[in-house]
């Protein structure tokens, strides 16, 4: 099936789903009003950074009915799961007031997380079903034992796995959980391990799979991208454009510009937060409560939020349990451990040499000198795995953006080359799509014909940016002509529709084509390329100079003879021209179908 009919499939199950969801919630809203006793109604307005939806009891107001307000930032199909996330606070509290316990949902955040809200390691002394319902969230940082540091070796061995003490505390036990959110050693919690539990102690077991999800604009497509630009898992997702999707993507080419986007992000009406990997130490509080500027970058330093053990701290500076939604942490960068369970509208990410890409192997090197995570740095092998998932962690925290500095610029190259309509961030203005520009850019030898005087192809060709070139593989797609510059072509040459300039960027092939030399290229060469000098794209490739798909090399096809006397190819090679060392030809099989020649070398301009 086509990507068309992927789509309309989707909208068809998309809306029977969504008629069956009407059905069920309309059913619960008049379950809800017949036990509180007032009728529900709803309404679509702004709400305080990070609320999806928000409750006005009719008994609070004094009102004859409820009133739920929806955000409407969020996608359409949201608005159901929101409705009936605040229709349960209804039910719960109509109940509650009915046998009097109204004190379980006081006005106060303290007093409802005081009730409420505990720790996983809190049930080793629990009674058998003394719990009604246990919700446990993130639960795959559930740990394999409820142990702390004043119990003896004895004591642990003879101790029961932490999840074996939830189900049994509880008559029903809840269960979120995100297998690929485990950021460490020690963390158990996974599918199977409750799968395995729940069998053991005889519990009925109903598995669902969350269909939807407020991160990332509720862009599956941006999460698929991230597991599979990591490796984490293959999806469809290889490549992320940004035209067809709200998520607000940036690579920024310096944290400073990182760092001033997120603040200008910050505002009453939207939250954002600056987070990184775990590669600079992490200090508890001076004696004065003032923070040590741990994450230093240059001449960027910033300190990482407070430490959970730092006990007295100046003001202004946040707890670390209050970091995420208190006005002074956007002065502080979080680390996983605080920033996992929440989101923020935008997240900035300082992507650390922990986790690197290597252009010349085409590989990822997890690399622990860099870590100053002493638990996960003693992992062993698991250590690429768990890093890995740490920047996953990090790069889903964004609910409508996610803004990236990489300390390591193959790193953000490579994460270019995955992009398509996603271009270097100079500064915090920048957007991330493709800017036009009214001027030409330095060094430019041609003359830019102005917009009244272009003849397309008759006294003009384009300027292609082979950066942002879009397209599946085996295509060469550029924007609209009004988004790309027309110049006069150079002298003794006719314009024709397959010609275009393009600078080309790097060291590979200086001894024909000096780094960030504008040349002339010809689209679709016909005849041999044995020998050419070519512009190719390779399929999951990351040229080393520049990021893009794309690389400029000398092309060598290599032939033997076949047994019925005629020839066949037997290795093509792209060789690089370079007075430096380090650049290696790139070998491709001839039935590795890799490789599409979309242009030919004519001259440097």
Not at 92 to 105: M, P, S, V
Not at 266 to 291: N, Q
Request: proline residues 5%.
């Amino acid at each position: 099936m086509n990507r068309t009919g992927n789509r309309e499939t989707a909208k068809v199950i998309a809306k029977i789903n969504k008629e069956k969801a009407d059905k069920a919630l309309e059913v619960f809203e008049e379950h809800v009003a017949d036990l509180s006793g007032f009728p529900v109604k709803e309404e679509r307005r702004d709400l305080a950074a990070m609320i999806a939806g928000q409750t006005q009891m009719a008994w609070k107001k004094n009102r004859d009915h409820h009133l739920i307000a929806i955000r409407p930032v969020y996608p359409e199909p949201l608005w159901q799961h929101i409705k009936a996330h605040e229709l349960t606070h209804i039910a719960l509290e109509a109940e509650a007031r009915a046998l009097g316990r109204n004190k379980w949902f006081g006005t106060t955040a303290a007093r409802r997380a005081t009730a409420q809200l505990t720790y996983s390691n809190n049930y080793i002394e629990s009674d058998p079903n003394s719990v009604d319902v246990l919700i446990c969230d993130e639960a795959h940082r559930i740990r394999e034992k409820s142990t702390t540091r004043f119990m003896t070796s004895a004591q642990i061995a003879a101790m029961p796995p932490q999840i074996d003490e939830l189900l049994i505390a509880a008559k029903v036990s809840v269960f979120f959980i995100d297998d690929l959110q485990v950021v460490r050693p020690g963390e158990a919690g996974s599918a199977e391990l409750i799968r395995a539990a729940a069998k053991k102690v005889g519990a009925d077991l109903k598995e669902y799979q969350l269909e939807a999800q407020f991160r990332c604009a509720g862009s599956d497509a941006f999460v698929n991208w991230v597991d599979n630009t990591l490796g984490i898992r293959p999806t469809a997702n290889q490549i992320w454009n940004r035209k067809d999707e709200a998520f607000d993507f940036r690579i920024f080419r310096s944290v400073e510009a990182l760092d001033l986007a997120i603040r200008e992000r910050s505002t009453s009406e939207s939250s954002a937060r600056l987070v990184a990997g775990f590669c600079w130490p992490w200090s508890k509080a001076l004696s004065d409560g003032s923070l040590v500027d741990d994450v230093v970058i240059g001449n960027f330093h910033r300190p990482w939020n407070a430490n959970p053990e730092s006990k007295k701290l100046a003001a202004g500076i946040p707890k670390a349990s209050l970091w995420a939604h208190d006005p002074g942490g956007i002065n502080q960068v979080g680390c996983v451990y605080t920033a996992q369970g929440f989101e923020f509208d935008y997240v900035g990410v300082i992507w650390g040499r922990d986790l690197r890409f290597d252009s010349s192997t085409q590989k990822w090197i997890a690399d622990k000198k860099f870590s100053k995570d002493n638990v996960v740095r003693r992992s062993g092998d698991a250590f690429a795995a768990y890093v890995r998932n740490i920047y996953r962690v990090l790069l889903s925290r964004g609910l409508k953006g996610c803004y990236v500095y990489c300390e390591d610029e193959e790193t953000a190259k490579f994460l270019l080359s995955r992009c398509e309509g996603v271009v270097f961030a100079e500064t915090a203005e920048l957007p991330s799509k493709m800017a036009v520009s009214d001027t030409m850019p330095p060094l430019m030898p041609l003359k830019q014909v102005p917009f009244a005087q272009r003849r397309h192809f008759r006294n003009c060709i384009p300027i292609y940016d082979l950066r942002i070139a879009a397209g599946t593989f085996g295509e060469f797609q550029m924007p609209i002509s009004d988004e790309i510059l027309w110049v006069e072509p150079p002298p003794k040459v006719r314009p024709s529709m397959d010609l275009f300039v393009a600078q080309v960027v790097g060291e590979s092939m200086n001894r024909q084509i000096p780094n960030g030399a504008w040349c002339l290229f010809r689209l679709n060469p016909g005849g041999t390329r044995n020998g050419k000098i070519v512009l190719a794209q390779l399929r999951d490739y990351s040229d080393p100079d520049s990021g893009a798909a794309f690389t400029v090399k000398r092309y060598e096809s290599f032939k033997a003879v076949a047994d019925d006397g005629g020839q066949t190819n037997t290795l093509i090679r792209l060789r690089p021209e370079s007075l430096l060392e380090g650049y290696h030809p790139i070998e491709i099989a001839p039935d590795e179908e890799r490789i599409r020649v979309l242009a030919e070398f004519l001259r440097v301009l």
